[in-house]
């Protein structure tokens, strides 16, 4: 995880976490996985050959993007290949089976990373100069001073691994109420809270707020109990963050009605504009490099981003077949009995699809390859139990 996030670029070591680096790295880890840990012909069926189909799909896309790349911006085909690397990180789908993670192992991951992101956040909030922002930014003015201008935040990349954390203790409280549990789900929730992300802010509460409502104890009267217990307990983080939901909320109203909310100009784009012909609507229009036009460049200086339309950026690079594998998963997801942590990032993949779900870097690569992950492992775990 920390290397599909270049280590927060961590300032001691900043020189060393360009995305080249960290990719090549990030396929080291790959290799060193399929090798080292010799894993047995099968294993809850998720070998090369399960791995087959989904990989096949999207790197299909992939080369088939290469074209229109090609006829649209005269992009060669090796440019593309350079300018679509990052797709290799789907190879950790494969890595992840051969490795075998438990879920009591994906729970201390995520636990650990969570806490780490958010330590790194607090102390960047505090001035202290943990992190080198010339990756994240292209500002002339100092981040200090934006900081103090409120105009720019800074959301470390990541950030989707705090929500999986908590969904695998939601999933416990659903199955067995423990205080401890909720303690955690609580402060995890407020990690969340903190980073400001509003799409994940309000997926994690819905998501919270039903799991609280649905407990299950082994009588009524405890129920009832732990139902009110971690109701007290929400109504009182939420009262001491008034001001800030209220900030949230308004800040949301405001930018959906506002014609020039780049994410609106975003969907625009990308909906109506970006696919000269209806050809491109099932091939994408690849995925351009800065050495061939400044289109890219172009968009971002009005403030559209492929990353700010979920799958519909996805989509727009690579075409309509990375996207098969991602809605059959989370289709199968709703299908049968399946763990609730599993649904539960199905649902949050889904929700998010209109705005964070663009599988285009390696964190959020690795996001996808452990869901699918997980479907199989809450399948065969045909419960919540830290097999």
């Given amino acids: 995880m920390l290397i599909s996030v270049d280590f927060f670029h961590f300032t001691p070591i900043s020189p060393l976490t360009t995305s080249d680096i960290c990719l090549v790295l990030f396929l080291l880890w790959l290799l060193a996985a399929h090798f080292l840990y010799n894993p047995p012909e099968k294993y809850f069926g998720l070998t090369w050959k399960r791995s087959y189909w989904p990989l096949l799909l999207v790197w299909l896309g992939v080369l088939i993007s290469f074209i229109p790349a090609y006829v649209l911006y005269g992009q060669t085909f090796f440019t593309s290949l350079i300018a679509s690397r990052t797709m290799l990180a789907m190879l950790a ?63 470390l990349p990541g950030f989707q691994f705090v929500a999986v954390a908590l969904f695998f203790f939601l999933d416990r409280l659903k199955n067995s109420f423990n205080l401890h549990d909720l303690i955690i789900a609580l402060l995890l929730i407020s990690a969340i809270f903190l980073l400001q992300n509003r799409t994940m802010l309000f997926i994690s509460a819905a998501l919270f707020a039903f799991t609280v409502l649905t407990i299950q104890g082994k009588s009524r009267k405890q129920t009832f109990m732990f139902r009110l217990l971690s ?94 594998p991602i809605f059959a998963a989370i289709v199968f997801c709703f299908i049968g009995r399946k763990a609730y942590y599993v649904l539960f990032n199905a649902f949050f993949i889904l929700a998010g699809s209109l705005t964070i779900a663009c599988f285009d870097s390696m964190d959020k690569l690795l996001w996808l390859c452990l869901f699918l992950y997980m479907i199989r492992l809450g399948r065969l775990g045909k419960s919540s139990s830290l097999v």
């Avoid at 330590?119 to 990756?135: K, T, Y």
């Avoid at 971002?300 to 690079?317: H, K, P, Q, R, T």
Wanted: aromatic share 16%; charged share 15%.
């Fill in 93 to 155: 789908l494969p890595a992840i089976g051969t490795v075998r993670p438990k879920r009591i192992d994906l729970e201390k991951a995520t636990v650990l990373f969570s806490f780490i992101l958010i330590v790194f956040s607090i102390l960047d909030a505090l001035g202290i100069p943990v992190i080198d922002h010339h990756f994240f930014i292209n500002e002339d003015k100092p981040y200090k001073e934006l900081i103090e201008e409120d105009s720019f935040v800074m959301l």
């Fill in 231 to 324: 109701i007290f307990l929400i109504v009182v983080m939420i009262v001491a963050t008034v001001p800030h939901w209220v900030r949230l909320f308004t800040e949301t109203a405001m930018q959906l009605g506002d014609n020039d909310y780049n994410r609106l100009l975003a969907y625009n784009y990308f909906l109506f504009q970006a696919c000269p012909s209806f050809i491109y609507f099932f091939t994408g229009t690849g995925f351009i490099s800065a050495n061939t036009t400044s289109v890219m460049q172009d968009l971002m200086a009005a403030g559209i981003y492929n990353s700010d339309v979920g799958f519909i950026g996805l989509w727009n690079y690579y075409g309509v077949l990375p996207l098969i």
